[in-house]
């Protein structure tokens, strides 16, 4: 099965880093993602990965990828009170019939101190 | 830019009572997908479907049903609903190629009682 584990909670102060792991155990996994979840709100897509790549960066988003030891990273630059939210992160096997369905992590919850 | 569109955004209903929960994806997005989410859980993957047929299938009970419509909106039926059903239900959808961005609509919150 898709087991992604994530650690439940994060504080950092504001104008820090904050770095949010996550290990997965698919090791087909194909794509990864990262999305936001702000209270009562949606899922935001921040940012994915391909499997085959082990660095992304996307303006103060880096996610970091070690298929070895199948941990995935989010680091965000310069953390703001407005990035307070919960941060999933997802992985897909890729079906065989091409569909995409996202098995998600236990989430992190990101508070940022001002 | 367009987004998902879920509705209703809430919905009450009673326990043994029927629901049906509608989505329209982002135009010419093909694909479809509901999940569930629980109070303080992660998202479930129910069901999707690529071209009005079912594409996989998830933890998706028996009282539940979906189809995928000739407009591409997508039609969630939950019947005898249970106080467990409870839940935010959300709606993606995404291209068949490339197949990795999946956008999520608002969700609909559906409540029991």
């Known amino acids: 099965g898709e087991d992604v584990e994530q650690s439940l909670f994060l504080s950092v102060r504001e104008g820090d880093s904050s770095v949010i792991n996550c290990t997965y155990t698919?090791?087909?996994?194909?794509?990864l993602y990262w999305y936001k979840q702000e209270p009562g709100a949606g899922l935001q897509l921040l940012t994915y990965?391909?499997?085959?790549?082990d660095m992304k960066q996307d303006q103060r988003l880096t996610v970091l990828l070690n298929k070895k030891d199948k941990h995935l990273s989010l680091r965000i630059a310069d953390t703001q009170t407005g990035d307070s939210a919960i941060y999933f992160c997802?992985?897909?096997?890729?079906?065989?019939?091409?569909?995409?369905?996202?098995?998600f992590g236990t989430g992190t919850r990101l508070t940022v101190i001002p | 830019a367009a987004g998902v569109i879920q509705s209703p955004r809430h919905l009450i209903k009673e326990k043994r009572e029927t629901a049906t929960l509608k989505c329209y994806p982002i135009p010419r997005h093909d694909t479809v997908y509901w999940y569930q989410q629980g109070p303080g859980q992660d998202p479930q993957f129910l069901i999707s479907?690529?071209?009005?047929?079912?594409?996989d299938k998830g933890s998706i009970p028996d009282r539940f049903s979906a189809q995928q419509f000739s407009d591409y909106h997508s039609e969630l039926n939950m019947s005898s609903l249970e106080l467990g059903d409870s839940a935010l239900y959300f709606c993606a959808s995404s291209l068949r190629t490339p197949i990795y961005e999946q956008y999520f609509g608002p969700g609909t919150r559906l409540t029991v009682t």
């Open positions: 479907f690529y071209e009005k047929m079912q594409s």
């Open positions: 698919d090791s087909s996994s194909t794509y």
């Open positions: 997802a992985e897909s096997p890729g079906s065989q019939t091409g569909a995409n369905n996202l098995f």
């Open positions: 990965i391909f499997s085959n790549m």
